[in-house]
């Protein structure tokens, strides 16, 4: 089990080492390899190396925001 994950709170991407915040970025900067690695660990089966941006935007708005509400 891996001892990074990742959460969305405040309008930034968190990533968490062992529970605890280690890094942010605001969804406006945050680099395109975090946002990869975000929607990998939170889908394993997903391959989102390589797409575009706006892609991986949207995915990460789907998995992390709106999977949120509720």
Known sequence: MSAISYDFQEGQLVQLFEGRP?????????PNEMLESALAWNDANGDFEGLARVTLLEIFLSDFIQ???G
Do not use: E, Q, R
């Open 22 to 30: 280690h890094a942010a970025w605001d969804i406006y900067s945050v």
């Open 67 to 69: 999977s949120k509400k």
